[in-house]
Every structure is written in structure tokens, then in C-alpha cells.
């Protein structure tokens, strides 16, 4: 069992339907806690509404007094107090590993999160992270506590950011202009590993989504988290093998791609 704390995406190509759709492909049974509610497309975010506090908190109470969780994933969280909330659960739970995806923006700029929400994040919810997954835009964005220190360099940020509590860092590399994607993990002492994919053409929706709940449902299956990384990327990585593009905008990962006849057209 698996439990995700992310926002709802009418589109299923991010949010808590991708996590459901990975966490399901890959053999696990998800639970869901809601933090927000959004109004999308497969081009971009119009509103979101946050779910109060206390509904995000009774939600998680409820399921875990009930069911055994081996894996907690966070992804959208809505608001500071949010991010309060689940800090709070988390701490009840420490033995569990957290994945946290700390998503900030969509791909064409959307704000997700407030400066209020990221200092949260830093103050209450990495410190209890066994696995932090940024883009490398998130990663400098979380580790820059200076407006002058925008020079960073990707371990640098990594290295801030195991300052603060987390066990380990994978940065990916989509957004850096390099020949192929390298995507890279770090712990508080130092870099771990490098994974290269080649590049993809299309603009992916739930790409990040994707990665982090199959590092969750790696992880859940008791792979240690080097391990469950590269795992986890291999299933993403066939997930955009097999994209589909249902509507105007982005495309969409294909999570269910092992069941496909290896048609990309026809997805329903």
C-alpha cells in the first residue's frame, strides 16, 4: 500500500491520477489523500483550490488507523497549512520512507507553490524526506536562499538540501541543456549515481509525477533507494516511449504501456 497526498487532476495525466495509474501498474494498491482540487487541460492550469487543513489531515488519520501504508509520496500540497498537516502525520510515522516531489510550477509556468509553501517545505517536510525528486528548475529554486547565489551549480543544490534533513536528492536533468537527460542522485555525502536517457521529442504532462510514484511503489517493495531509482526510471522512462497526446496539449505518459500492442494511436 502505497499513500499519496497530491492535488486532483481532471486530465489523469498528473496528480493523484497519475500516482494511482503508476502505483496501480506497478502492483501496488494506492490510497489517495486530496490536498486541492483543479480546474486543467492538457495545456495548462486555469485555477486550483486548496483543501482546507483539517480535511487533508482527517483524510490521512482515517486511512492510516485503518491500513498498513509501506510508502508515503507527496507531490502538490495546496498550502502551507497542508504542508503543516502531513509534516505532522509524517512525524507520527518515521519509519515509513517519503518520497516528496516537490512541485512548484507546470511545465508552461503555472505557480503551484507560494514562497510560503516552499519555506514550509524546507522547514517541515525535508527534514522527514527519504527522497527528494526536483527538476533542476525546483532544485535551485528550493536550495537558493539568496537572490545573488543563482550561479548554483546542481550538487551545490543537492548538497543544500541533504543539509536540510533529506537522505537523498535526485535531481533530473529534462530542463538542462545537455545532449541527453542525466538525471542525477545525491546523498549527504556527495553524488551517488548518474542515469543518461536519450531525449524525447514532445512536451510530457506527469512526467515528474510518474517517476516519483514508481520510486515510491520501488521503495515500498523494499528495493533500497539507489536501486529503486534506477527502477523507477526505466518504468518512466517506457511510459514516454509509449505518450499519447488525447487532446491539444501535452502528451500524456502511458503507464499502462506493458499492456499495449504497441500502438501509440487508439488510447482511450
Not at 502505483?23 to 487541460?41: F, R, Y
Not at 482515517?62 to 502531513?86: C, H, N, Q, R, T
Not at 509524517?90 to 507546470?106: C, Q
Not at 527519504?130 to 536550495?143: D, G, Q, V, Y
Request: hydrophobic letters at 45%; a negative charge.
Amino acid at each position: 500500500m502505497v499513500l499519496s497526498f497530491a492535488a486532483s487532476d481532471p486530465t489523469g495525466g498528473a496528480g493523484i491520477q497519475a500516482d494511482l495509474l503508476t502505483l496501480a501498474s506497478m502492483g501496488c494498491h494506492p490510497l489517495t489523500v486530496v490536498t486541492a482540487l483543479t480546474v486543467q487541460d492538457t495545456a495548462g492550469v486555469d485555477s486550483i483550490l486548496a483543501i482546507d487543513a483539517d480535511w487533508v489531515l482527517d483524510q490521512a488519520r482515517m486511512l492510516l488507523e485503518d491500513v498498513p501504508v509501506a510508502a508515503f509520496k507527496l507531490g502538490m500540497l495546496g498550502s502551507p497549512e497542508a504542508i503543516a498537516a502531513i509534516a505532522e502525520i509524517l512525524s507520527d510515522y518515521p519509519d515509513i520512507p517519503v518520497v516528496l516531489d516537490p512541485v512548484l510550477a507546470s511545465g508552461r509556468g503555472d505557480e503551484f507553490a507560494s514562497e510560503d509553501m516552499i519555506a514550509a517545505m524546507r522547514d517541515m517536510l525535508i527534514p522527514q524526506t527519504t527522497i527528494l525528486t526536483p527538476n533542476s528548475h525546483e532544485a535551485r529554486r528550493l536550495a537558493l536562499f539568496e537572490s545573488d547565489e543563482d550561479d548554483l551549480d546542481l550538487a551545490a543544490c543537492a548538497a543544500r538540501l541533504t543539509e536540510l534533513g533529506c537522505e537523498y536528492v535526485l535531481i533530473t536533468g529534462t530542463h538542462e541543456n545537455t545532449p541527453r537527460v542525466l538525471n542525477s542522485l545525491y546523498d549527504a555525502k556527495g553524488h551517488v549515481q548518474t542515469d543518461a536517457w536519450d531525449r524525447l521529442p514532445g512536451s510530457y504532462h506527469g512526467s515528474g509525477c510518474t517517476l516519483a510514484s514508481a520510486i515510491a511503489a520501488t521503495l515500498a517493495y523494499g528495493q533500497d533507494v539507489p536501486t529503486a531509482v534506477r527502477e523507477a526510471q526505466n518504468f518512466t522512462y517506457e511510459t514516454l516511449k509509449a505518450a499519447f497526446r488525447p487532446g491539444m496539449g501535452q502528451y500524456i505518459p502511458e503507464r499502462f504501456f506493458w499492456a499495449q500492442d504497441g500502438q501509440a494511436e487508439g488510447n482511450a
